[in-house]
């Protein structure tokens, strides 16, 4: 059962693994996809064809109710490698200096990677597994392989198709690419290739720990062409809630306000305090920032479409990715002495509540995929609320390994086999405007409650509530609803407690 902020988690002694060494250890393999919200066949979608994520999820857990503390990606990735809640690390942005004043104010906070290092094993970084650009050189045993600078921008040259590809201008960037080319030719693929052969060349006398990260579908979305084949989308792919929720504040839904200089940069003027009806035609504005999107305005239905076939023909093909993975561990007999886990940084809009990309509190920005495979565990599904931020004490677990003691998830190995005590809830945040405004959400079996505060103040300016049993893709907010009454005030009570927030009287 989840206790609340601020407390540490007791990792009990390994229940899967008995180890009296490091070489028999289980090796740990962590596939961390970006932007990937929960749109796989094994979690139910009707379009997107995921055969490879499939396979692994039918001999692992499927987790359908997993969460990421923070819908942008340094601030997820940091939480989950460390371990700490994003007020814990108090790194909301991209900020590297954020960044550098957390390491320095918490020196002990290691990483994953770096404490299963020290506990024996050989520690590979390949792609974005760490946010670009922030890993430590002193948590991977060789030099990290993430790829050129800004490698996410990844085109195949128009001009020159047969040679290298090319690294895009930011601002002069397609939203999509559909070369035809094969799957070495961009980077996902040629690192794939990298740790396949990590995998192939792995000591029997060290277990190895593997972390790899694929780009895509993040922006922008490059695939090889045949992916995109796949895929010839209708009006039934559509958003079926492309409005704001009713009675929603802007804040929750617009989530543009940290592309302002970007759009400057290209003449747009961004507004500081949208209408309702304004801040609709900004919305998504990370989607809007690439070249063959509006910058402002409505997003025509037929570019919708394409960034919808654009979005699972990289799924697509980095599920292809993941097939080789797996096969590579297949082929050395190791699949039954290996931890896998598969999952996103965080979740992603696709036209719902009038937004595109992420950093939302909503359920599609935080709501990710969660598949774990590991010896002695039987294929199952767990619907119990799940963090990211869990996933450091539960591999430690899982691989026999004590956990630090400067965490604030909570292992859930024991639901793996089906004894776990259930969790109560899973919290998310994220902020506006910098740090001046922070909205914290807490997601329980059925409500999602939200309260947005001044960060100077403490004064809450709005609030949040979502019944998932009468509104399972939050079109109404109902936090004013007299017949809710009790319970946004036991829901607020909850996650302040959660978040270890104390109530004034401006609260």
Known sequence: MRIFHGAFWLTFACLF?????????PDVVFIMIDDLRPMLGCYGSQHVKTPNIDHLASRGVVFDRAYCQYAKCGPSRLSLMTGLRPDSTRVY?????????????????????????????????????????WQLAADWSEKPSPGRDKEILELVDADNPS?????????NCP??????????????????????????????????????????PHLPLVAPKRYFSLYKPDRSWLATNPRPAKG??????????????????????MPTDPSRSEAMMWSGYELRSYVG?????????????QVLQAYAACVSYVDAQVGKLIAAIEATGGLDN????????????????????????????????????????????????????????????LSGIAAPNHLEGESFAAELTGKGAEQQFALSQISRHGKRYIGRAIRTDRFRYIEWTETASGRIFERELYDHRADPNETFNVANNPQY??????????LRRSYGIATGDNQ
């Open 93 to 133: 942005g991209h900020s590297e200096k954020d960044l550098n004043r957390f390491r320095t104010r918490r020196p002990e906070a290691v990483s994953m990677a770096r404490w299963f290092k020290q506990h024996g094993y050989r520690t590979l970084s390949f792609g974005k597994t760490d946010h670009d650009r």
């Open 485 to 494: 009454a009790d319970r946004t005030q036991g829901l607020k009570k909850l």
């Open 293 to 305: 999107v509006p910058n402002v305005g409505k997003i025509p239905e037929a570019i919708q479409l």
């Open 175 to 216: 939203f999509f690419q559909s070369p035809d080319v094969s799957d070495d030719k961009l980077f996902a693929g040629r690192m794939t290739k990298l740790a396949v052969e990590a995998l192939r060349q792995r000591s029997r006398d060290t277990p190895q720990f593997l972390a790899i990260g694929y780009r895509r």
């Open 17 to 25: 693994v008995r180890v009296s060494g490091a070489e028999d250890r």
């Open 248 to 269: 929603s504040p802007i804040v929750a839904w617009l989530n543009s306000v940290a592309y302002a200089k970007s759009a400057g940069r290209l003449g747009y003027a």
């Open 163 to 171: 040679g290298p590809t090319i690294i895009a201008d930011r601002l």
């Open 338 to 397: 290996t931890i896998v886990v598969l999952c996103s940084d965080h979740g992603w809009h696709l036209g719902e509540q009038s937004a595109w990309a992420k950093m939302t509190n909503f359920e599609v920005a935080t709501r990710v995929p969660l598949i774990v495979s590991a010896p002695g565990i039987k294929p199952a599904r767990s619907s119990m609320l799940t963090e990211l931020v869990d996933l450091y004490p539960t591999i430690c677990e």
